[in-house]
């Protein structure tokens, strides 16, 4: 196919999905929110759902609450920290050199700065949440289906019932709400919602998750009024998010799919300092990088999660799920963007749970990793190369403090301003990660500042994790898919 033609077919595409959108506004009646959907026969959540305790808990309103506001305290604490650390703390900085020979080798220091000059602009752009954005008067788009869509391999049964037992209520919130469990065979469970990929289904390409999202695409025969909100296996949303999931559908007429912040507190939260800190740098990430793409950019231009992954049917139909990647969720966003589908930010919560162990963190690592140098495609390749200079930058990091004491010359002062900035944003990351964690789990407010110094010092543990998982890649790159304990 030539480029015309692979143009103009997009242009196709596009088209199709902006008339159906454009469509889709209808009356608010029971009737026509349930659309033909309610006539099917699918699986109900059990009535017994409501007699049992809720898990599916956290402090929604007071999180998203603070984030809207809290990008001016961002502007401040990291103009502030770089201040206070180039101009006031002793770091053997000068003003009468603009290079001198240990330059070379403190060039390590500055190497994230791609990654964290991008997650300033994200922590300092205003947090966008649907504050005066919704009213009754706005045309809602018109919702069959709504499939909150709890993705497993199926041998982590404990994993899979907290998920479901947190989640079969919320099919009483919305006569378009399916509760679902999707499984490989032999893997199934009754008295749930569940459905099984079979063995003998087929794909070109996918494997594992892919493969078993493409039967469940083809097997519920999606329309342009269905969506699916992709969770994994240990994820949990609460029920205000919920309801923030469908007003993003009803009222972000401009975007085909999105997604919202995870954190990582809803199982054994703080059981293992390591790998809560650890994984703070993902809510960072998504409070920044993310926040960056949903909000401002509209396009997957950093990449996507898998979980808490919001998609319109038309969508998931023109793009498929028979992908063959290790980061399926990635290569579909970008997919998604080549096509020309709009994402935006879901305001909402998902809850998940860190690796449980060193081998499961460094093995998910590793697959990211990896996953993303192989997409045939500029942008992740350009991500995985700043993914590995910034690991690289603690090694050099390492090698200059050592060399600094054979030859003790001080660092230019514009030099050593570049260091703190990237540092400053780099810890925020970790800091903002727990303090909204901690927040959202309601901890004691002592904790909560405890939990800040604590953070401080683990998060340099944290980044020889990271650096370690790069090097795992690097040597011994996966074959296939790793499904870690959780």
């Known amino acids: 196919m030539s480029k015309k033609e692979r143009n103009s077919s997009s242009s196709d595409k596009r088209s199709q999905v902006s008339a159906q959108t454009a469509n889709t506004a209808f009356e608010d009646t029971p009737e026509t929110r349930a659309g033909p959907a309610a006539s099917q026969s699918l699986p109900r959540a059990s009535k017994a759902a409501d007699d049992q305790p809720r898990t599916n808990l956290g402090n929604t309103k007071v999180v998203m609450a603070l984030l809207s506001e809290m990008w001016l305290f961002s502007l401040v604490f990291i103009l502030g920290g770089t201040y206070a650390m180039t101009f006031h703390v002793p770091q053997f900085y000068i003003d009468d050199e603009v290079w001198n020979e240990t330059c070379w080798w403190k060039l390590a220091w500055i190497l994230p700065m791609p990654y964290t000059l991008v997650c300033f602009f994200g922590l300092t752009l205003p947090f966008r949440t649907p504050k005066f954005l919704y009213t009754e008067d706005l045309p809602k788009r018109r919702l069959d289906n709504l499939y909150i869509l ?152 950093f990449g996507a999660h898998g979980s808490f992954l919001l998609c319109n049917g038309a969508v998931e139909n023109a793009i498929t799920w028979d992908l063959g990647s290790l980061t399926e969720d990635y290569q579909f966003a970008t997919h998604a963007m080549e096509l020309g589908y709009k994402c935006g930010k879901v305001p909402g919560l998902v809850r998940e749970q860190s690796p449980m162990d060193l081998i499961g963190f460094l093995k998910q690592r590793r697959r990211w990793y990896v996953g993303i140098r192989r997409l045939p495609l500029l942008l992740p390749k350009i991500w995985w190369f700043f993914w590995t200079i910034g690991t690289l930058s603690l090694y050099g990091t390492i090698a200059s403090i050592i060399l600094g004491f054979f030859v003790p010359l001080g660092t230019p002062r514009w030099f050593g301003f570049l260091k703190d ?40 543990i944290a980044c020889i994790l990271e650096a370690w998982a790069v090097m795992y890649g690097l040597i011994f790159p996966p074959a296939d898919f790793d499904v870690i304990k959780k």
Request: with cysteine.
């Open 150 to 301: 709890t993705v497993t391999k199926g041998d982590n049964k404990d994993a899979v019932l907290r998920s479901w037992n947190a989640h079969k209520h919320l099919e009483a919130m919305h006569p378009a709400v399916r509760v679902h469990v999707l499984t490989d065979e032999p893997y199934f469970f009754e008295n749930i919602n569940c459905y099984t990929c079979p063995k003998s289904f087929k794909t070109a390409n996918s494997k594992y998750k892919a493969r078993a999202l493409e039967w469940y695409r083809q097997t519920m025969r999606y329309t342009e009024h269905d969506w699916v909100l992709h969770l994994d296996e240990e994820s949990v949303i609460d029920d205000e998010s919920v309801k923030r999931v469908l007003e993003f559908i009803w009222y972000e007429h401009d975007y085909h799919w999105g997604q919202g912040v995870i954190l990582y507190n809803q199982y054994r939260y703080w059981t293992n300092w390591v790998f809560t800190v650890a994984d703070a740098i993902r809510v960072g990430d998504d409070l920044s990088r993310f926040q960056l793409q949903y909000s401002y950019f509209h396009a997957p231009v």
């Open 421 to 460: 900035f990237s540092f400053c944003t780099f810890v925020y990351l970790y800091l903002i990660g727990i303090f909204i964690q901690d927040l959202d789990k309601k901890k004691n407010p002592i904790l909560i500042i405890l939990h800040i110094p604590m953070t401080i010092v683990i998060q340099f």
